[in-house]
C-alpha cells in the first residue's frame, strides 16, 4: 500500500459545506506532511468512477469528505477493498458518524484519525429489490417516512427544509395504514397492519432520529422496528417521543432482530441513506464487515453523544 492519501470531495454535500470541509482537510493533511490525490466528484456517477480509480491505486488512506449519501454511493467501489476509510462529515444528517462518534463539526479532527484511529470493520445493509441490489450504512425507511422521502425529493418548492415539513403535512393528510406482509430469518410470514417499518445497521436516520435505538453497524444483525396503525392525530402527539428514541414503550411499536427481512406491500416504497433504492418488494440482509473505517481509540462518555 502506498503512502500517499487519497481524498474524495463531494462539494455539494450538506448545502455546499463540502467544499469548505475539502479545503481543511487537504490543508491538514498537507500540514501533517502527507503526500494528497485529491478527487472532486461532480456527479454522483463520477465519484463511483473516481473512487474505484483512489483505491486501485492504494492509498494509505481513502477520506470520504461528505455525507451519508455520498459515501453510500461509492460503496459497490469500496466495500471489501484493502483500503481504510476517513469520513469527513459534510453533509445534513451524518448518522454514520454519530454511529462511529466521529468528530462531526471540525474537518481537521475528523481527518486526522488517518493517523490516530483504529480500524472498525463494520456491516452495510443490503437492499434486494427487482433486478436491484444496492448497499447502505444507516436505516432502511419503509412506509410513512419513505413516503415523506419520496415527496421531498419531487416537490421543486419551497426551498430547505421547508420543502420537508410541507411534504410531511401532505403525507400526514394523506395517511393510510399499510398493509406489510414480514418475513423475518427463515420464519413464517407474517401481516402486519401498519404505519411504518425501520430496519437499521445504525440507530438513527433523518440528522439524529434514533428510530433504530441500540442498534451498531458491526453485530453482525439488522434491528427491525414496526410502527402499527397510527391515526394523524397519534402520529403527531407520539413524533416528539420518535424523536427522543422513547417510542419503544409505545404500545403500538414492536422490534426484532434479524439477519435477513424481506417485506413486501402495495406501492411500497423503501428509503435508505437519502436515496430511493426499493419499491414493491425487497429482501434486506448483510454484508458483514464489509467496509473498514477509521474511528476515534477512546469512546465517549455517554452524556457527551
Known amino acids: ?7 474524495l470531495s463531494n462539494p455539494f454535500a450538506g448545502k455546499g459545506r463540502g467544499r469548505q470541509a ?4 487537504v490543508a491538514r493533511l498537507r500540514e501533517r506532511g502527507s503526500e494528497v490525490r485529491v478527487y472532486i466528484g461532480e456527479s454522483a456517477q463520477d465519484a463511483q468512477r473516481l473512487a474505484a480509480q483512489a483505491v486501485n491505486e492504494r492509498p494509505r488512506a481513502l477520506v470520504v469528505v461528505g455525507g451519508d449519501g455520498t459515501l453510500a454511493g461509492i460503496l459497490d467501489a469500496i466495500a471489501d477493498a484493502a483500503v481504510p476509510v476517513v469520513l469527513v462529515p459534510a453533509g445534513t444528517g451524518n448518522d454514520l458518524a454519530r454511529s462511529l462518534e466521529l468528530p462531526r463539526s ?20 443490503e437492499v434486494r429489490s427487482g433486478a436491484r441490489v444496492t448497499p447502505f450504512l444507516t436505516v ?7 413516503r ?25 393528510i394523506r395517511l393510510r ?3 406489510f406482509r414480514i418475513t423475518i430469518d427463515d420464519g413464517a410470514p407474517t401481516m402486519a397492519r401498519g404505519t411504518l ?5 445504525t440507530e438513527s436516520y433523518g440528522g439524529g432520529m434514533p428510530m433504530c435505538r441500540g442498534a451498531v453497524p458491526d453485530d453482525g ?48 416504497i423503501v428509503y435508505a441513506d437519502g436515496e430511493r433504492i426499493g419499491e414493491e418488494s425487497c429482501t434486506i440482509g448483510l454484508r458483514r464487515r464489509a467496509l473498514t473505517v477509521l474511528v476515534p481509540l477512546f469512546r465517549k462518555p455517554e452524556a457527551d453523544r
Do not use: C, K
Open 197 to 201: 417499518i425501520a430496519v437499521g445497521n
Open 177 to 179: 395504514p399499510t398493509d
Open 106 to 125: 471540525d474537518p481537521a479532527a475528523a481527518v486526522d484519525l488517518v493517523f490516530t484511529g483504529i480500524a472498525r470493520e463494520i456491516d452495510l445493509g
Open 148 to 172: 415523506v422521502s419520496d415527496r421531498t425529493n419531487r416537490l421543486r418548492w419551497p426551498p430547505g427544509a421547508l420543502r420537508y415539513y410541507l411534504a410531511l403535512l401532505i403525507e400526514l
Open 140 to 146: 432502511a425507511a419503509l412506509g410513512f417516512d419513505a
Open 221 to 268: 444483525v439488522l434491528d427491525v422496528v414496526t410502527v402499527g396503525v397510527l391515526s394523524r392525530r397519534r402520529l403527531v402527539r407520539v413524533f416528539p417521543v420518535l424523536l427522543q428514541g422513547r417510542h419503544f414503550a409505545l404500545p403500538e411499536v414492536r422490534t426484532a432482530r434479524a439477519r435477513r427481512v424481506h417485506i413486501d406491500a402495495p406501492g411500497l
Open 1 to 7: 500500500m502506498g503512502e500517499h492519501i487519497a481524498v
Open 22 to 25: 475539502t479545503e481543511r482537510a
